[in-house]
Structures are given as C-alpha cells and as structure tokens.
C-alpha cells in the first residue's frame, strides 16, 4: 500500500509539475471573508483555525496539494479541515486513513485500479487490476469510505470503441464487487488538450456512455470541473443532465489549475449551485494548487462553494 500511496503522491506532483505529465494515477466577498478569518494565523497552528462552512449543501473535501505548502503532516490537515467545517480529505493512500477517521472525516476517494497511462482500457492488466479492486474495494468497505478511483488510461493505438470495450470487460466484474461491499468505482474524466495528451476518458460523452454500458449504481464518473472546462465548456448543462452517472467532483481554477478567484474563468458559484440543487448527495474535492497563501486560497475556495 505504501507504493499506492506515492502513486497518488507523484501522480498530483507531476501535474503541478508539467502539462504533459500525470502518469501514475461572490469571488470578492471571499477575499474579505478570508482576511478576517485569517488574521494572524500562525502557520500551521490549527487551533486558532474556525468554521468556514455554513451552509453545507455542497459536501466539501480537499486534495492534498491545497495545503502543501505548509507543510502539514495528515494529522495536521486532518485537524485543520475538521475545524474548518470540510468533511473530508481526497485521495488519500492507506497509511494515513486513520488520521482522516480520528477527525471523523471522511476519506472521499481513495485507490482502486489503474493509473492515467496505464489503464483499464488495457487488457494485459486487467488479471492485476481486478485483483487491486477486490482489495482496495474490501479495504474501502472496511473504512466505510465511499468510493476508489480508476483510470482509462492513454490511448497508444487502441481505439476509442475499443477501449470503451476493454473498460467495460473489467468494470462489469469489479462493479459485482463494488455493489457487494457498497462503495462506488469513480473514473476520472481528465483533460488531454493541455495535462494528459493521449488520456482516453477525456470526454464526458465516452464516460457516461460506458456508464450506460456498465449499467451499475456502483459505477460513476469522477467529473472534474477543470478538466472538462478545458476539454468542452457547457458544464452546467452537462452536469444537469448526467447527474445520476456522477459520483465525485474536483475542482480548479482554468487556466493553470490555481485557486477559485476572479483569474479564472469558471464562475464556480453557479457551478455548485446547479450541483446543490440537482440532489446530488456526493462530495466535491479541491484540487488547485494555490498561487498565494495557501490558507487564505482555501477558504477563499470554501466559501465560493458554499452556496
């Protein structure tokens, strides 16, 4: 598990890192809400940190790489996000799920089976990749966590029907063992335009589609707003109508996946208003990597969602 665990570390590294590389697997009033909850806050000292969220209908997690650079250990994030009014922490490798569960988070996604180029759209792995759900699905269960992750993987050569044909071989079998132990299997749509050329779930068309195929409540799609803003716009259209084949949402700033704030062009407010009022019961995770202090970006981005 511990090679699981730095798979989701390189994995949002590398994408900080480069626009080619993710391999292994109002806006003003938030400014001045932020200010005032965060006057002289000394770095990582979470006691002094207090409740952001107040309206709660968007149930909120974040990404490791919002608080990063402060160099917090789980515990800490875990006892910030908590006190923050947060109820979770995203993609979060085995090693650190009890800290998440002491501060009665949740932990919204963690591993399942796949990585971003080498996917489930490859048939030579499925024999591994099944036997990484049956494990990570029962250990999910165990925690009572909601869903694990999975990855298509890059296109090299294999066509888009018949990748979605791969996909669906493995996802028929691993959605018998999600459904069994309860927990959700999320594949993730990600942008091949700028981040992940060659990526094949790269639009949100293919995705829901090998929903329909699949044809499992324990089958979703892990929708991220920045991603799919980059690949094709219309998101509010296009969660309105797919909502029942969603199961997780991340977030980011377009372009250069940083905070949620007027240099951006994803008017996030709306955005998470539509998601509210579609019924949708699952959480929305943070992934921006913040340009500025890292405590002031994220409750920035947490009040902008609180709709």
Sequence with gaps: MNRIHRYLDIQKSAERCSVTRRDLLTIATGFVGASSVLAGLPRAVSGQVVKVVKKG??????????????????????????????????LV????????????????????????????NDKSMHPKFLEDFKNNI??????????????????????????????????????????????????????????????????????????RRVNSPRFKMLYDIYHMQ?????????????IDMIGHFHTAGVPGRHELD?????????????????GYRGYVAHEYTPMRDPMKSLVQAVQVCDV
């Design 57 to 90: 209908r968007i149930k909120q997690s974040i990404c490791r790489g919002c608080l990063r650079k402060m160099k917090l250990s789980r515990e800490e994030e875990a006892s910030i996000a908590a006190k923050m009014g947060l109820l979770g922490l995203d």
């Design 262 to 278: 007027e240099n951006q062009e994803i008017y996030y407010p709306a955005v998470m208003r539509a998601i509210a009022e579609s």
């Design 138 to 211: 029962k250990a999910a269960a165990e925690y009572k966590w909601p869903n694990v992750i999975c990855m298509a993987g890059d296109r090299k050569g294999i066509s888009d029907e018949q990748g979605m044909d791969n996909c669906h071989t493995i996802l028929k079998e691993a959605a018998k063992i999600a459904e069994d132990s309860g927990v959700t299997i999320c594949m993730e749509l990600l942008n091949s335009r700028v981040n992940h050329p060659g990526y094949m779930c790269d639009k949100s068309a293919w995705g829901f589609e090998l929903c």
């Design 230 to 242: 980059i690949m094709e716009g219309d998101l509010i259209a296009t969660i309105r109508k797919n």
């Design 93 to 120: 490798g085995r090693s650190d799920w009890d800290a998440v569960k002491k501060h009665g988070l949740v932990a919204t996604m963690v591993p399942g089976a796949g990585s971003i180029r080498k996917g489930l």
